[in-house]
Structure formats: C-alpha cells, structure tokens
C-alpha cells in the first residue's frame, strides 16, 4: 500500500511543480510522477534534516518542502530528457 501512496504523491507533486515552473517541461507523464516521487523523498529528507518531519497536525513544513523538491527536480530532469531525446533523434536521422 506505501508503493501506492507513493505514487498518487509521485502524480500530484509532479503535475504541480510542472504548473508552478515557468515555461513548458516536455517530459511525459511517466517521468513527471517519477519526479514528483523523488521530490517527496527530498523533501522528507530535508524536513528530518532541519527537524520538522513530524509535527502534531499538518505538516505543513514538510509538505512545502516536498514541493520545492519537485520543483527542482523536474527543473533538472526537463533539459536532461531534451538532451536526450535530441541524440536519439539526431542519431536516427
């Protein structure tokens, strides 16, 4: 069931960092939840860095954070898969 949460995360943190950041990220949908995944890890990890990882109610700290992280992650991972995708092209042409 984790691996399941993880992923309704993965989609809803991915899609918003993808709303948030300026301009166009054209990944697919795939690597935007792959995103989002890994910016919710990062930004757990930094909240247990700093101490705010478990607070009575909301964690809001930490649910800010797991967006910031998605949001760098998807800014780091779009030009990487244009680069990418550009060699492939380039090489199958």
Known sequence: MNW???????????FLAKLLLPGRQD???????I????G???GNAVAGWIG????????????VL???GAILVVAVITPLWASVRGR??????
């Open 88 to 93: 492939r092209r380039r090489t199958a042409g």
């Open 52 to 63: 705010v990882r478990h607070t009575s109610g909301v964690d809001w700290i930490r649910h």
């Open 27 to 33: 990944i697919p949908w795939w690597l935007t939840i």
């Open 66 to 68: 797991q967006i910031l």
């Open 4 to 14: 399941f949460w993880a992923i309704i995360v993965g989609i809803v943190l991915g």
């Open 40 to 42: 919710a890890f990062l």
């Open 35 to 38: 995103c989002g995944i890994l």
